[in-house]
């Protein structure tokens, strides 16, 4: 049994920066793949980036070229820097890990509520 815990989020100025983290209770090596996810209110929860186990990463087209995404097998971490944020990225982030043969091992962290405002 796996378990992440995402770091707080917060308050953020429209343009600025923050970076997520997202901690495995145990190691993230035999995960296949950890993304983030975000949910704003009204809208369905939507994948944000993702990074499987070899390095491969994707991402939404609405944050490429400002989000990356990157783990630390060493500290079981999986950062997302999220740049140049606009109100439209506010939203609770969820990080989520996938696991097993099949991924039938399914992983989520409680949820961090990020808001970029003025």
């Known amino acids: 049994q796996v378990q992440l815990v995402e770091s707080v989020g917060g308050l953020v100025q429209p343009g600025g920066s923050l970076r997520r983290c997202c901690a495995a209770s145990g190691s993230i090596v035999s995960i296949n793949a950890i993304g983030w996810y975000r949910q704003a209110p009204g809208k369905q929860r939507e994948l944000v980036a993702a990074?499987?186990?070899?390095?491969?990463?994707n991402y939404a087209d609405s944050v490429k070229g400002r989000f990356t995404i990157s783990r630390d097998n060493a500290k079981n971490t999986v950062y997302l820097q999220m740049n140049s944020l606009k109100p439209e990225d506010t939203a609770v982030y969820y990080c989520?890990?996938?696991?097993?043969?099949?991924?039938?091992?399914?992983?989520w962290g409680q949820g961090t509520q990020v808001t970029v405002s003025s």
């Open positions: 989520r890990g996938v696991a097993g043969a099949e991924d039938e091992y399914d992983y």
């Open positions: 990074i499987t186990s070899g390095g491969s990463t």
